[in-house]
């Protein structure tokens, strides 16, 4: 069976839940037994998030395969289980880059190089791409942005090209916000009427509209879509705010989406979805006899996106252990010494974030400080690890001024130092050490314990590493390395045997999180958080 496309675009207002979505069409197909996978069109010119400012852009995502990229793919990989790749996030960046390439080599000799066909040429290429492998039956395309944006429009030309070429092959969807007027008490049309008309204006019919609104939909509001966005009555289909995302696949089941687009597609719906994980995890996560307080310590807190897999693997832990967590967000440039019994008293567990630079690192180093002599379990995740090997160092020790080179180049104790691979890197995009490395785990300690096995492979985004020259003395004062690369040495995993529960990782276990395999390392911090 050659493989189908289904495009997901946004129109009205951004960040309406495009990526949800489809994660959640890509679950339900799924669980019909088809195979299926996303990817994520970003129309910004930066050639992956890598470089961009929490604040900017959120999470960064990475993949297995050491791909920087959009926090929609967690939500992809966290929806279906199946891991996603520097083919699944495209962004303007990168496709300007390669036409470029291209012209330098002389691939376009003679040729004027031009958006259209050249750009929408390479756009076109990299959404088959994941088609041409012959290992899916269904690809989804989110298309980042809102209709009508200026660097959104040759990604829509691309798909107007494509939907021609494809014929039956493939779907459109488009995310609109029905608006609430509450001075009206009425549902409002007119923003999806006009998102649509923009739509068509640029050549391309939605197959499907997806609306999204606080209030549900009557029909007869249905019926009025349906008639002026040219889309039949049946595929207007409403997404109405819920509690938690993971109840969105649910819904979009009960409107039938699944089935309407296997229908346009022309593909046999066989069985009725397998949903019992699923509505299993959704009983779990509703219906808990326990609660617990995580201080998340960061410095990007005031937006919680830029942690997005953290706060979903606590969600999932949350789930398995019967327990609902209760994140208390603590800026770490606001906590000190003398704030930090009144912040931090009544946590159960603390989590110190990952995170680059300076800014807010004696906040850490404080709640890091505080854990440890408090006995309250804690996990440190990158930078959060590395911070806690300097808070060790200093108080436990006693080397003043220890630190890591990142912070402080002439520190007399350079406990965290830079990679020696990372010595000759000058340019700051995609040179870090990314992806997916084997770690050895130490039998007997927390992690070992966690993982229930000797040999894992977790996922990377950092310079700079433990100081394997100090690596006896901290464990002769209570510090042991519990997990290493067995390639290279490098110190993976750090604990503190007599405390309660004290584990350290410069991977990030986050990223692996999933409704269906929740990560071992959150469901072992949040059970000794309980304890």
């Given at each position: ?31 019909r037994g ?23 852009h959120g ?20 929806f279906?289980?199946?891991?996603t790749?520097?083919a ?20 376009y ?41 200026i ?11 494509l ?7 493939s ?15 009425e ?6 009427q006009?998102s ?73 719906l066989?069985?009725?979805?397998d ?48 327990c ?51 006995n309250?379990?804690?996990?440190g ?17 006693h ?94 995993i ?7 529960w ?27 958080c309980?304890?």
């Open positions: 069976m050659s493989t189908k496309y289904v495009f997901v675009t946004g129109g009205v207002a951004s960040s309406l839940g495009k990526g949800i979505i489809a994660s959640s069409l890509a679950k339900l197909l799924q669980a088809y195979k299926v996978t996303n990817q994520k069109l970003d129309p910004y010119i930066n050639i992956d998030p890598g470089t961009l400012n929490p604040y900017e999470e960064c995502y990475v993949t297995d395969d050491g791909a920087e990229t959009d926090l929609d793919l967690g939500h992809y990989e966290r279906t289980g199946i891991p790749s520097q699944n996030n495209i962004t303007t960046g990168r496709i300007y880059q390669n036409v470029i390439n291209k012209e330098r080599r002389g691939d000799l003679g040729k004027t190089v031009q958006i259209v066909p050249h750009i929408t040429d390479e756009i076109k290429r990299n959404i088959k791409l994941l088609g041409a492998k012959g290992e899916y039956d269904v690809v989804i395309t989110e298309i980042g942005g809102t209709v009508g944006d660097e959104s429009l040759p990604f829509i030309e691309a798909v107007r090209q939907r021609w070429e494809l014929g039956e092959k779907v459109l969807i488009h995310l609109t916000l029905v608006p609430y007027l509450s001075a009206t008490g549902l409002k049309t007119k923003p999806t006009h649509v008309k923009t739509l068509q204006e640029e050549g391309v019919q939605p197959d499907i509209i997806v609306l999204r609104t606080e209030h549900p939909l009557n029909n007869d509001l249905r019926k009025k879509v349906a008639l002026f966005c040219n889309v039949k009555p049946e595929a207007v289909i409403q997404s109405v705010d819920v509690s938690t995302i993971y109840e969105v696949p649910i819904k979009m089941r009960e409107e039938k989406l699944d089935e309407i687009v296997l229908e346009q597609l022309g593909l046999p066989n069985s009725e979805p949903l019992e994980d699923w509505t299993k995890f959704l009983y779990k996560l509703k219906n808990y006899t326990k609660e617990v307080r995580i201080g998340l310590v960061g410095k990007y807190v005031e937006l919680h996106d830029a942690y997005k897999s953290i706060v979903e693997a606590f969600i999932h832990a949350g789930a398995v252990n019967d609902k967590v209760n994140i208390e967000w603590i800026h770490s440039e606001t906590l000190n010494e003398e704030n930090a019994e009144a912040k931090l008293k009544n946590l159960h567990g603390i989590l110190v974030a990952p995170g680059f630079g300076h800014r807010g690192i004696n906040g850490k180093l404080v709640a890091i400080k505080y854990a440890r002599t408090h309250i379990p804690f996990l995740i990158c930078l959060g690890m590395q911070m806690a090997v300097i808070e060790f160092a200093r108080d436990v020790l080397l003043e001024g220890a630190d890591s080179t990142e912070m402080s180049a002439k520190t007399p104790y350079p406990v965290i130092d830079l990679m020696a691979s990372q010595m000759d890197v000058t340019e700051k995009g995609g040179t870090m050490r990314l992806g997916a490395y084997n770690c050895e785990l130490k039998e007997g300690s927390k992690a070992y314990e966690a993982y229930g096995q000797k040999y894992i492979r977790e996922r990377h985004r950092h310079r700079y590493e433990f100081n394997s020259q100090y690596r006896e003395a901290f464990e002769k004062a209570g510090m042991v390395t519990t997990g290493i690369n067995p390639e290279t040495g490098l110190t993976e750090i604990e503190i045997p007599a405390h309660k004290f584990v350290g990782v410069q991977f990030h276990p986050e990223y692996r999180s999933t409704v269906t395999k929740p990560h071992p390392l959150f469901i072992a911090f949040i059970k000794a309980l304890s």
